[in-house]
């Protein structure tokens, strides 16, 4: 299984990114699609994922971020709207089977795309 993130860049607060997640392999055998971001100097963090058709956010992204998946196409999406600083970081995606309890937790996926560089200038 291989992973593709593209769509990153620099934009200004307010404004909207798409993040891209192109899978290639086995996926079949995989529920959960997700997006992890690792800000300069933090751990990496759970930002949104997508498991069986139902999707789960962190809090500070809820209302202006939309994940969502296509089986079809072996994509992934990540809808980024109101960016703000804050949201500065390498974006990743990643697929595996997590349990619904650690569905936030970057250690129970098994595949990880290269990571995309998004900036949110203020």
């Known amino acids: 299984v291989q992973l593709q993130a593209s769509g990153g860049g620099l934009v200004q607060t307010g404004d909207s990114l798409r993040l891209s997640c192109a899978a290639s392999?086995?996926?079949?055998?995989?529920?959960?699609m997700g997006w992890f971001r690792q800000a300069p100097g933090k751990e990496r963090e759970f930002v949104a994922a997508?498991?069986?058709?139902?999707?789960y956010y962190r809090e500070s992204v809820k209302g202006r971020f939309t994940i969502s998946r296509d089986n079809t196409k072996n994509t992934m999406s990540l809808q980024m709207n109101n960016l703000n600083p804050e949201d500065t970081a390498v974006y990743y995606c990643?697929?595996?089977?997590?349990?619904?309890?650690?569905?936030?937790?970057?250690?129970?996926?098994?595949?990880w795309g290269q990571g995309t560089l998004v900036t949110v200038s203020s």
């Open positions: 392999g086995r996926t079949f055998n995989y529920r959960s």
């Open positions: 990643a697929l595996g089977n997590p349990i619904l309890s650690q569905l936030r937790e970057r250690t129970a996926y098994a595949y």
């Open positions: 997508i498991r069986s058709g139902y999707t």
